[in-house]
């Protein structure tokens, strides 16, 4: 577990230059000294009473850094389209739902770089669709900021909360509009999304693609928000 000047370790370079063969060796070596610790307090009864504590100690030093690297790299195959790695790390014990330094889980990850794959697999298997950072950032708000569409349709699909807000009241629509995402803006807005909400500022997603300069954004908003606003309400005489 030795880190060079930057914080780096073996693991995290043989990951990063996708050397499949040394991934394996050094997580199967992290693992195998897990297992030794497990052997001395198994094989010395003997010095039990003496040695307990701090083998279970080390036990608990050797978890804290097999699992985080578990971890670690399901975020990493997460964000670089690695399904097969993604199942094996939650195979052999990977939280499907744990947050790394950022507080972003997985699926956040393959919303934020637009791996659907990725999104419908992590779905499947339990991962938590409306899970938020600290600052209530969520993976369908990823999807929406980052302009990946297919992956807004599939959270939404799935059953993602389409006016979750962040922090700042902000919605995925908003993400979108602020993006110039015409095409997530346009989904969202389809399949539901309030055009008139706000934010904390008072800020409307018309507003934030105005603000921004986007003028396909700007231009379907408005055409959406005339077109709800001619349409008769429900029980009302034509």
Do not use: C
Not at 95 to 122: C, F, P
Not at 139 to 168: R, S
Request: aromatic share 6%; proline share 1%; charged share 20%.
């Amino acid at each position: 577990a030795a880190e060079d000047q930057w914080g780096t370790t073996a693991l995290m370079y043989a990951r990063k230059n996708k050397h499949a063969e040394v991934v394996q060796y050094l997580e199967a070596a992290a693992a195998a000294s897990e297992l030794v610790i497990v052997q001395a307090i198994v094989q010395e009864p003997a010095n039990e009473r003496a040695l307990g504590s701090q083998a279970a100690a080390e036990l608990v030093i050797v978890q804290a850094i097999v699992q985080p690297a578990k971890q670690e790299g399901m975020f990493h195959a997460a964000s670089t389209n690695n399904i097969t790695e993604l199942k094996r790390l939650l195979a052999t014990g990977a939280d499907i739902n744990s947050k790394d330094h950022e507080g972003m889980t997985a699926l956040m990850w393959a919303a934020r770089t637009g791996h659907v794959e990725v999104a419908q697999y992590l779905g499947g298997a339990g991962a938590d669709l409306n899970a938020a950072r600290g600052d209530g950032m969520t993976a369908l708000m990823w999807a929406a900021a980052t302009g990946h569409v297919e992956v807004a349709q599939y959270l939404v699909g799935a059953g993602a909360d389409l006016e979750a807000i962040d922090k700042n009241g902000i919605t995925a629509l908003m993400f979108a509009a602020m993006g110039g995402h015409v095409e997530v803006a346009q989904y969202l807005g389809g399949a539901g999304a309030d055009l008139a909400a706000i934010d904390k500022n008072g800020t409307t997603a018309l507003m934030w693609a105005r603000e921004n300069n986007h003028a396909k954004v700007v231009q379907y908003l408005e055409a959406a928000a005339a077109g709800k606003a001619r349409k008769p309400a429900v029980g009302a005489q034509a």
